[in-house]
């Protein structure tokens, strides 16, 4: 089955420092990957759209400048928070959307709790 | 995209079956139905997908109405391990990019 990673799986940070999270799809390549983020209790919510080689489509009230996104090949797309601050700390989750013919499945990753002090 | 609604939690015991009942009015034609389940601080994982009638798999089925504008999730004899909060989502399948927008998700907790 397709399978996608996120390293670390988990990072803590002090306040002010930037932060890289990577997303990974092993074994398939992926023609789009999706950003979320959920805060404990809560839903995923989307933050950006990222398709490789362009730039990424973020949603409304998402800082770009804050959250950098770079998704340079077709299996590798990265997160960067900016500046860090205590309110970024959340659980970080991307997604892979699969280029194989006949399906449009998303298949995500086990997520990256990052911990801002 | 269609706006869905699912009841915020449910209960339920050992070796029952449980069903899911997801609200998405607004459904356009071209839309699909997925659920998702998700384990605390893990990523969603696929469960299954349909357009109408019926969908099963080896862990559930779906069940979707003539008119399209509801779903139901059902989980035949359910373990604690089940215990996880269900998405309901609805979206394009193909052409564009499937944007996938997480509604509040049902919370079951299934007990011994």
């Known amino acids: 089955g397709a399978v996608v990673s996120q390293h670390p799986s988990r990072v803590i940070c002090k306040s002010g420092t930037s932060v890289k999270i990577e997303c990974r799809s092993l074994d398939f390549q992926a023609t789009t990957m999706f950003w979320y983020r959920q805060f404990p209790k809560k839903s995923l919510m989307l933050m950006a759209t990222s398709n490789e080689g362009s730039k990424a489509t973020y949603e409304q009230g998402v800082e770009k400048d804050k959250f950098l996104i770079n998704h340079a090949s077709l299996t590798l797309s990265t997160l960067t928070v900016t500046s860090a601050h205590p309110e970024d700390s959340s659980f970080y989750i991307c997604s892979a959307r699969s280029r194989l013919a006949g399906t449009d499945e998303q298949f995500f990753g086990p997520g990256t709790r990052l911990t801002v002090l | 995209l269609a706006k869905t609604t699912q009841p915020i939690s449910m209960d339920s015991y050992e070796g029952q079956e449980v069903n899911i009942t997801c609200s998405h009015n607004n459904i356009a034609t071209n839309d699909y139905i997925t659920w998702y389940q998700q384990f605390p601080s893990q990523g969603p994982r696929f469960i299954i997908q349909?357009?109408?009638t019926k969908v099963t798999n080896e862990v559930a089925s779906l069940f979707i109405p003539a008119d399209r504008k509801s779903s139901t999730l059902s989980l035949p004899r359910v373990s604690l391990s089940d215990t996880a909060v269900y998405y309901c989502?609805?979206?394009?399948?193909?052409?564009?990019?499937?944007?996938?927008?997480f509604g509040a998700g049902t919370r079951l907790a299934v007990h011994p």
């Open positions: 989502l609805v979206g394009v399948l193909t052409g564009g990019y499937n944007k996938l927008i």
């Open positions: 349909g357009y109408k």
